[in-house]
């Protein structure tokens, strides 16, 4: 993953994001959400080592900045842009 779409994502999400280094993990995440949403009860925490290595923290001086972004873009999409 990049560095920087991370980064933009904490800020968006404003949430601490845990980051694998396992090469596949989009792969292994989504294939383990549609197992879940086809019924294995399995609780998804408990799948992988769990270990992350590491965590990108949210810039909070962004927080408007992504809120005013977010609100001009539902209005985008509301609209048909």
């Given at each position: 993953n990049?560095?920087g779409?991370?980064?933009?994502?904490?800020d968006?999400?404003?949430?601490?994001?845990?980051?694998?280094?396992?090469?596949?993990a989009?792969?292994?995440?989504?294939?383990?959400?549609a197992?879940?949403?086809?019924?294995?009860?399995?609780?998804?925490?408990?799948?992988?080592?769990g270990?992350?290595?590491h965590r990108?923290?949210?810039?909070?001086?962004?927080?408007?900045a992504?809120?005013?972004l977010?609100?001009?873009y539902?209005?985008a999409?509301?609209?048909?842009l």
């Amino acid at each position: 993953n990049s560095a920087g779409w991370t980064q933009m994502l904490a800020d968006f999400l404003q949430r601490e994001l845990l980051c694998a280094d396992e090469p596949n993990a989009s792969t292994i995440g989504a294939a383990l959400l549609a197992a879940h949403a086809a019924g294995d009860k399995t609780p998804l925490e408990t799948v992988g080592s769990g270990a992350a290595s590491h965590r990108v923290q949210p810039r909070r001086e962004r927080e408007a900045a992504c809120r005013r972004l977010y609100t001009q873009y539902l209005k985008a999409y509301q609209t048909g842009l």
